[in-house]
């Protein structure tokens, strides 16, 4: 129960921190998509169900404020949450190589969806200004702020895991 609600806090404060916050802070026209280093984290170090819940309120989130259709980012986000779940078994707290390769996929991909369902089939066919203008910036933008957040991120799943298994050795 505690893991719910910090996380739905977690998940709160990014949005207030997505869209609020930091378009007034920043002072590049890009921004990092602060949902997409909260659900690939999510993902990869608590197992595809988390990463799947937390990438739907992520998207389901962004859809209800900023989507033109309810539903397209929840799916995206979901899908980035489960697949970068796959990746728990393989993730080590230390090691912060997987965590920036998987965001900066996770981040790529969503960006090429996002393209080719939004404008590509719109008949918007400047794929290469598209690249080098929001793409590759959100990624590169994206990329310093996970070397922010996933930090605090860390922090709190470990005090997170900690108190389960706490919780878990009272009831054995």
Not at 122 to 138: A, C, N, Q, T
Request: proline letters at 4%; glycine letters at 6%; aromatic letters at 16%.
């Amino acid at each position: 129960m505690l893991s719910f609600l910090i996380i739905s806090i977690g998940v709160f404060l990014v949005f207030l921190c997505q869209t609020c916050i930091l378009p007034g802070v920043m002072p590049l026209s890009v921004l990092p998509n602060l949902f997409i280093i909260l659900t690939a984290s999510n993902g990869f170090m608590r197992e595809e169900n988390s990463g799947l819940a937390v990438g739907f309120c992520c998207g389901l989130l962004y859809d209800i404020f900023f989507g033109e259709v309810i539903g397209f980012h929840a799916l995206l986000y979901m899908y980035i949450g489960f697949l970068n779940g796959k990746f728990s078994r393989v993730f080590y707290p230390e090691d912060i190589k997987l965590p920036l390769a998987l965001i900066t996929v996770s981040d790529l991909t969503y960006s090429l969806i996002c393209y080719v369902f939004q404008f590509l089939l719109w008949g918007r066919l400047d794929f290469s200004y598209y690249f080098l203008h929001v793409i590759l910036p959100e990624m590169v933008v994206t990329l310093t702020a996970t070397l922010v957040f996933y930090p605090l991120i860390l922090l709190i799943n470990e005090w997170l895991r900690k108190r389960e298994r706490k919780k878990e050795q009272r009831f054995v």
